[in-house]
T-cell receptor, first 116, second 110 residues
């Protein structure tokens, strides 16, 4: 079974703090994703990585950065947390083997971040 | 206008009822259509996947796609309390990017 783990289930941070969210997958997947999930808005893609050290901006990258130094680990960084970044953050991975119809995205359990 | 529209509900049905969920979309390039199920405090998990127009059945679940109307549906027959979850539609053109609906929260009452 594919397993995607996220470092924290719940986080409470102060405005202006630098926040790190960590994600690890154990299936040797090429692709990794960070989404945020907000009521009424569904999942919105923040960043996507298709290889180590490679990344692409998603739909809402402002205020976020990412790091992928190792294939299994994808980090989301909030450089200076703001209250409007309070949300549920979901990490996902997919195989990236080129047959995108087999590109099921497997999600982690999510990190619920509260910025005060 | 959002690319994918989904009524957030909530939807409450008695056990054994048929649950009907749907999404509409605006991007005619979408070819692949998925339904994810998300239990409370969990990440989404893929429930069903269909390509282009047509129907797909898997046990109590049936997914339908009508590309001419840009409309997709998910039906759950003989619903069970364990089906209580949020159901998210998702779709993509031929690339990695998924566009999600907002999700519909379903409660099946015992």
């Amino acid at each position: 079974d594919v397993k995607v783990t996220q470092s924290s289930r719940y986080l409470v941070k102060r405005t202006g703090e630098k926040v790190f969210l960590e994600c690890v997958q154990d299936m040797d997947h090429e692709n990794m994703f960070w989404y945020r999930q907000d009521p009424g808005l569904g999942l919105r893609l923040i960043y996507f990585s298709y290889d180590v050290k490679m990344k692409e901006k998603g739909d809402i990258p402002e205020g976020y950065s990412v790091s992928r130094e190792k294939k299994e680990r994808f980090s989301l960084i909030l450089e200076s947390a703001s209250t409007n970044q309070t949300s549920m953050y979901l990490c996902a991975s997919s195989s990236g083997l080129g047959r995108w119809d087999q590109e099921t995205q497997y999600f982690g359990p999510g990190t619920r971040l509260l910025v005060l | 206008q959002k690319e994918v529209e989904q009524d957030p509900g909530p939807l409450s049905v008695p056990e054994g009822a048929i649950v009907s969920l749907n999404c509409t979309y605006s991007n005619s390039a979408f070819q692949y259509f998925m339904w994810y199920r998300q239990y409370s405090r969990k990440g989404p998990e893929l429930l069903m996947y269909t390509y282009s127009s047509g129907n797909k059945e898997d046990g109590r679940f049936t997914a339908q796609v009508d590309k001419s109307s840009k409309y997709i549906s998910l039906f759950i027959r003989d619903s069970q309390p364990s089906d209580s979850a949020t159901y998210l539609c998702a779709m993509s053109a031929e690339d990695y990017k998924l566009s999600f609906g907002a999700g519909t929260t379903v409660t099946v009452r015992a």
